[in-house]
């Protein structure tokens, strides 16, 4: 287990658990929890795990530092200071797992979208109340949330201020799962062994292609399934497969 600057890493074999650490202030994204972020990519980078992230007490991010936003003028927006960590998070080659219990509003919201699964608990409110301070939600929600929930329910949340409850939020699937806050963190677990339990080259290459641009596509599902055509893991793993299918037919 490693910590600093707001941020606790807790290391596994295949998953890695990062922790936002400032509960006295709801987990407000500021700079320096930024630069963790950064330096916890960089490892995930380099050796390749799953990543579930939650947030201390019972708050997952209550958005971005109001008291830096406040401060920040033209080139601190040009310089991208979130929306670049949420890209290079949105971007890790494996699967990354957002557990949100209480608010993930403004930043807080934008760091759930950029993860590719999202399992919050009955007390969960996620929304992007950005314009009300007088700027907008930069940092991946302008593109990202109608994506994961189409335009018109995107344009509510972004333009008019909704913030959906944890029921509305599972309904149009922005949440995966709901659960009880005391089994928020043992259900990230649950979905990352179910990861874990799929071919590890492949999951990062699916992730990869899921992602590609749409003009890139078939050559790049060719060219990904080229490379686990060759591999040890895709032999053994269908080789079992026959055997078990076998062994079923002997059985009847």
């Not at 314009?131 to 929600?141: C, H, S, V």
């Not at 990202?144 to 995107?154: F, S, T, Y």
């Amino acid at each position: 287990m490693s910590a600093g600057a707001g941020l606790v890493v807790e290391e596994g074999a295949d998953r890695v658990v990062w922790r936002l650490n400032r509960p006295e202030v709801r987990n407000a994204i500021d700079r320096e929890l930024v630069d963790a972020l950064h330096a916890a990519c960089a490892a995930v980078e380099e050796e390749p795990r799953i990543v579930l992230l939650v947030g201390e007490g019972t708050t997952f991010a209550a958005g971005a530092d109001i008291a830096q936003l406040r401060e920040r003028g033209r080139d601190d927006a040009l310089r991208g200071i979130n929306s670049k960590i949420f890209d290079r998070i949105h971007r890790l080659p494996m699967p990354t797992v957002a557990l949100l219990d209480g608010y993930a509003l403004g930043g807080g919201a934008e760091l759930a979208y950029a993860c590719d699964f999202r399992i919050g608990t009955p007390r969960t409110r996620i929304g992007n109340p950005e314009t009300g301070l007088g700027i907008l939600a930069a940092a991946g929600a302008a593109w990202r949330l109608a994506e994961l929930v189409g335009e018109p329910l995107a344009k509510e949340i972004l333009l008019a201020g909704r913030v959906l409850d944890a029921a509305e939020a599972h309904a149009v699937r922005l949440l995966n799962e709901v659960v009880e806050p005391a089994e928020l963190t043992a259900a990230g677990h649950r979905l990352a062994d179910r990861v874990a339990a799929q071919a590890p080259l492949a999951t990062r290459l699916m992730k990869a292609v899921f992602h590609a641009p749409r003009q890139a596509h078939p050559f790049v599902d060719d060219l990904a399934q080229a490379v686990l055509f060759e591999t040890e893991e895709k032999h053994a793993r269908m080789t079992a497969f026959l055997e078990r299918r076998r062994g079923e037919g002997r059985t009847r």
